[in-house]
Nanobody, 121 residues
């Protein structure tokens, strides 16, 4: 059974930082790129960041580039998202997800239930 469980969400201040964690099980974690997605209130789900299987390659959405760092620890089946200089627009439910081994882009084989991040003054 596949499970991805996010943690680390909660209240955060504008300009502050947070670190989200995700622990995965039930699939060959190290065979997958991993990604973070988010869904803000009233908006469609959007891509946030992606990291390659070995952690070397990263990709970020324009909205978080320069503020976010995605990383992973394959020995622990964990993936992380550090976001600095938080903006109100970062408020969203954040999901840890495994991109499909075979495209198309934007297709995810697995994802978690999400953790809510609320950024305010």
């Amino acid at each position: 059974q596949v499970e991805l469980k996010e943690s680390g969400g909660g209240l955060a201040q504008i300009g502050g930082s947070l670190r989200l964690s995700c622990v995965a099980s039930g699939f060959p974690f190290s065979s997958y790129d991993m990604a973070w997605l988010r869904k803000a209130p009233g908006l469609e789900q959007e891509f946030v960041a992606r990291v390659g299987k070995n952690g070397d390659n990263t990709l970020y959405a324009d909205s978080v580039r320069g503020r976010a760092t995605i990383s992973r620890d394959n020995s622990k089946n964990m993936v992380y998202l550090q976001v600095n200089n938080l903006l109100v627009d970062d408020t969203a439910v954040y999901y840890c997800a495994a991109p499909a081994l075979r495209g198309p882009k934007g297709r995810y084989d697995y994802w978690g239930k999400g953790t809510l991040v609320t950024v305010s003054s």
